[in-house]
């Protein structure tokens, strides 16, 4: 069973904090990495993608992949309690399919 | 900013009846997908779709299950005889084809509700 692993949390921050987010793959062969942000009752939505080793920045978030670890990680500078949903790992191990984690829970209290 | 469309937003069916599930991919997209979330669980891959066929499909994607693409626009799909276990939420997704060809854009979804 190839596995998508996440803290489900809740991963409690204060407003303004770093908020690290962290995943791990079970399939050595993956070459694509994706979070999504979800809002309860809501869908997946893009932050960001990531297909090399090293560190991927847009705005107040980075992606960051190591390939040798199997380890994928979303940090989330300046939280804002707008920024409080759950946040799904999500790899293509082939083809297009992705394999989601279960997602963590972030909360950023004012 | 286009964006990915479904129909109904909520669909209630009886057991054993059939439904059909509706999205509107992004216009300049090649590939289509659907995913499904049961309540509290993660987001699953049910199949995806390219140049008019399946090219790919889970463990769940199975003969009860059909997707079709009737039009220029729009996505269908199809499940032939609905069980209480598939009830849940069905999201369609969409992605370019190349360049940024493996990023996935989700609709706001379809609530199944199987009684």
Excluded at chain 2, 48 to 54: G, L, W
Excluded at chain 2, 57 to 74: M, T, Y
Aim: with cysteine; charged share 20%.
């Amino acid at each position: 069973q190839k596995e998508v692993e996440q803290n489900s949390g809740p991963l409690s921050v204060p407003e303004g904090a770093i908020a690290s987010l962290n995943c791990t793959y079970s399939d050595r062969g993956s070459q694509s990495f994706f979070w999504y942000r979800q809002y309860s009752g809501k869908s997946p939505e893009l932050i960001m993608s990531i297909y090399s080793n090293g560190d991927k920045e847009d705005g107040r978030f980075t992606a960051q992949l190591n390939k040798a670890s199997q380890y994928v990680s979303l940090l989330i500078r300046d939280s804002q309690p707008s920024d409080s949903a759950t946040y799904l790992c999500a790899v293509i191990i082939s083809g297009y399919a992705l394999n989601f984690g279960k997602g963590t829970s972030l909360l950023v209290t004012p | 900013e286009p964006e990915v469309t479904q129909t109904p937003s909520h669909q209630v069916t009886q057991m054993g009846q059939e439904v059909i599930l509706r999205c509107v991919p992004i216009s300049n997209h090649l590939y289509f997908y659907w995913y499904r979330q049961i309540l509290g669980q993660k987001v699953e891959f049910l199949v995806s779709f390219y140049n008019n066929e399946i090219s790919e499909k889970s463990e769940i994607f199975d003969d009860q299950f059909s997707v079709e693409r009737p039009d220029g626009s729009n996505f269908t799909l199809k499940i032939r005889s609905t069980k209480l276990e598939d009830s849940a939420m069905y999201f369609c997704a969409s992605s370019e084809g190349q360049g940024n060809s493996y990023e996935q854009y989700f609709g706001p979804g379809t609530r199944l509700t199987v009684t």
